[in-house]
């Protein structure tokens, strides 16, 4: 399990002052700034397919996430991190400078940016259908969220988010990349149908191309485009996407997902969904991987209680090979 759903970040945050943003900030500004701290704990119960070992079926992840916002020479400047399993490392980080009108401007080491936020954008009441098991194929984001610079501009209600990779996708400490990788880039286009006079439409599109290292290799192009409408409790939504492996040898992957979310109440939601990502073999014959799984999620105040079932057969694009998870997960936000 990720940090709670994806994306989710905890409320209830504990001020405490800071005098600056970092060592380097404070060089160039004395200005006072704010840390919050956020963080939950997840309580797991998860058991696998058969051809696989369960082992102890139980689990806990403490997550932690630090957020720091100040004003530096005019300019609004913030700092993310987040970390994960009882501080076992720096799972992601993020410095932005909020330019105004200009746009905002960061440096990501993982928290996600450009194509790879709409890498699956259908509804699901709590983790999306392929989390926990073989084969997250026809997944769309080629300059991934580490080591990337990311410019985020909105306009008239549409959001654009592009992303920009030099060498490999690394979390990188102060100094220069020793792993091997081509540049990439990517955007997403995000439409707010609310504000566009669509009410309940939210829609988007993206792409992007991966440079591999080995400069004879043909680039890598990631598209992809979603819809989801919501009336009342009900939302339903579908997405298109394509890899486009420049090698020959390897199978382009073309995904089509849909997913259907129902709110009961102001607690309780549940959820279905269901996807299919064509491997295109260039020798062979194509093979589909099929997915499919529901989840179901109460919130009581600071506890949720959420629960997902995930199936695969044909898992990466492999003939006859199938996996399953269900589990069950318990959280504790402060």
Do not use: C
């Not at 009441?125 to 580490?146: F, K, N, P, R």
């Not at 490999?168 to 880039?185: C, E, R, V």
Request: charge should be negative; proline fraction near 1%; glycine fraction near 14%.
């Amino acid at each position: 399990m990720k940090i709670l759903t994806k994306g989710e970040i905890m409320n209830n945050f504990k001020k405490v002052g800071l005098t600056a943003l970092a060592g380097s900030l404070a060089a160039l500004s004395a200005n006072a700034a704010e840390m919050s701290v956020s963080g939950a704990t997840l309580l797991t119960y998860t058991t696998e397919d058969a051809t696989e070992t369960t082992g102890n079926p139980y689990g806990m992840k403490t997550n932690l996430a630090f957020t720091a916002s100040g004003e530096v020479n005019g300019y609004t400047v913030s700092y993310y991190q987040a970390s994960q399993d009882q501080f076992a490392g720096m799972s992601s980080a993020r410095l932005s400078i909020d330019m105004g009108d200009m746009g905002t401007i960061a440096f990501d080491q993982g928290s996600g940016s450009g194509l790879g936020t709409i890498d699956d954008k259908t509804p699901t009441a709590a983790e999306e259908i392929w989390d926990g098991i073989d084969g997250a194929s026809g997944l769309v984001g080629a300059a991934g969220a580490s080591g990337v610079w990311n410019y985020i501009q909105t306009m008239g209600g549409v959001t654009f988010n592009g992303a920009i990779r030099k060498g490999s996708g690394t979390k990188n400490a102060d100094g220069a990349s020793s792993g091997t990788g081509g540049s990439a880039f990517d955007f997403a286009l995000l439409a707010d149908g609310d504000t566009l006079g669509m009410e309940g439409l939210a829609m988007g599109a993206g792409y992007g191309k991966n440079t591999p290292a080995t400069a004879t290799s043909p680039d890598d192009k990631h598209t992809t485009v979603f819809a989801n409408y919501s009336m009342g409790p009900v939302t339903l939504g579908a997405q298109v996407s394509k890899i486009d492996i420049g090698l020959s040898t390897t199978a382009d992957q073309n995904a089509v997902r849909w997913g259907l979310a129902f709110n009961v109440n102001d607690n309780l939601s549940v959820s279905y969904g269901e996807a299919d990502v064509e491997f295109d073999n260039a020798t062979t014959a194509d093979v589909t991987e099929s997915t499919d799984g529901m989840a179901i999620a109460y919130t009581m105040g600071s506890i949720k209680i959420a629960g997902n079932r995930n199936e695969v057969s044909n898992a990466d694009g492999t003939s006859g090979s199938k996996d399953a998870m269900t589990e069950i997960a318990v959280s504790f936000a402060f």
